[in-house]
């Protein structure tokens, strides 16, 4: 039966097909060869891969003719106990070659594999601080190490490197304090801003080369500020550059985008500059970015609108609340200036026009200009001045930084 199934009538030219001697053959030597790939560079398991997988075709002793094929000698005219025995060696030696090639995978995987005897949770968060209406977010996963076998914590000093080739530092290495198994970080937070630190960690395992990992970790400075809001002096001026700072707790400036309604804010100094528009009500807001890169915006602070007021006007360094002024003090006065007292800008204005009336012989006498300066025929009608005349500076104008003129009303003195 065996022969009839697997070899065929004719010895010399075993058939070919399924469940054939032929057949049994190219299976068995496509497994060694699969073996032979998974042994790698074990040339030991290959050596004994191919002893056991081997299929030569040979002569009998003293036999002169062609050599017998592997499949003829094992399968023709073999009685059937025999043709069953030798395919129970195949299968023997197919499990026994099949358990030392998984041997060995797994020997080469222990290689690489580390011994912990410790499992403690960690949670890392994308951020510790969460707005409302925000997600807070972290990675939670089982942390392992063996707290018999410590690693060494290296973070790299003022001004070293990492050569990341030789996992090295190079430069001053400051070896961290150990709790257990844990390295203790702890750094003074001298200036605001990004801090980058960059270290290694060492550890060898039990029975195993020592391991070198480079590790790196940003965290961020803030300034601490304390915010006082004015609920009663929130205003922004027309025509004039309001300074502000915006911030917004827990976020950086780099993940604050603000903006203004009526008017318009722009990057000034070390904070931003508002610029309102028409309306009566500024609002201030912002857009933070948070962690995982989502926006939020942030309610927003309403501020009122006003008009820069107008300035005082002055005459020889005399103001509407002076009565009387000398004849030397009118005289060596060149003109009419604008101040602004006791305001938060240090803003200008230009008197564009004036005029002066002093009654001579009972008969006023009026003289105009344009611009800040006397004109000839004041100076010489204020030579003219003796005590006891009246000076009116009258229809006083001048010209805010807003573009617009603003009356300012007079000024009169008496001549002592």
């Not at 030789?166 to 203790?184: S, T």
């Not at 915006?246 to 000034?268: H, R």
């Amino acid at each position: 039966v065996i022969t009839e199934v697997m070899i065929g009538p004719e010895p010399a030219t075993p058939k070919e097909g399924e469940f054939t001697a032929r057949d049994l053959r190219t299976r068995l030597e496509a497994f060694r060869d699969k073996l032979k790939q998974a042994a790698g560079n074990n040339e030991v398991l290959i050596a004994s891969i191919d002893q056991t997988f081997s299929f030569p075709d040979e002569k009998e002793a003293g036999d002169t003719g062609p050599k017998t094929s592997w499949e003829s000698k094992n399968f023709y005219h073999v009685p059937l106990a025999a043709g069953v025995t030798i395919l129970s060696k195949l299968q023997g030696d197919i499990r026994n070659m099949e358990n030392e090639t998984v041997n060995h995978l797994l020997g080469s995987v222990e290689q690489k594999s580390f011994k912990f005897n410790t499992l403690t949770p960690i949670v890392k968060p994308l951020s510790s601080y969460v707005t409302v209406g925000g997600k807070y977010q972290a990675d939670i996963f089982m942390g392992a190490y063996d707290n018999q076998n410590p690693p060494e914590v290296y973070i790299c000093g003022p001004g070293a490197t990492i050569d990341t080739l030789k996992k090295e530092i190079v430069g001053e290495a400051i070896k961290l304090p150990m709790d257990g198994a844990m390295a203790k970080l702890e750094q003074g937070a001298a200036r605001a801003g990004l801090n980058t630190v960059r270290g290694i960690i060492k550890f060898k395992p039990v029975g195993g080369e020592a391991e070198t990992r480079i590790f790196e970790t940003v965290y961020e400075v803030a300034q601490p500020n304390l915010v006082v809001s004015p609920s009663k002096m929130n205003v922004f001026y027309r025509g004039v550059d309001n300074p502000v700072t915006i911030s917004v707790s827990g976020f950086s400036d780099k993940d604050i985008q603000p903006s203004v309604s009526n008017g318009s804010l722009s990057k000034g100094g070390e904070g931003w500059v508002v610029r309102p528009g028409k309306d009566r009500e500024c609002i201030v807001t912002a857009t933070v970015t948070n962690p995982d890169g989502s926006k939020k915006t942030m309610q927003g602070n309403p501020f009122r609108v006003k008009n820069v007021p107008n300035p005082t006007p002055y005459f020889a360094g005399k103001s509407v609340d002076d009565e009387t002024i000398k004849k030397a003090e009118l005289t060596a006065s060149q003109g009419v200036i604008a101040k602004m007292v006791d305001f938060e800008f240090d803003l200008r204005f230009e008197v564009v026009e004036f005029k002066v009336t002093m009654i001579v012989s009972g008969t006023p006498i009026e003289k105009y200009t344009k611009g800040p300066a006397l004109s000839g025929e004041m100076k010489e009608m204020f030579q003219k001045a003796k005590p006891g005349q009246k000076v009116y500076i009258e229809g006083i104008k001048a010209k805010g930084p807003d573009g617009t003129i603003r009356s300012l009303g007079s000024l009169s003195f008496k001549v002592v």
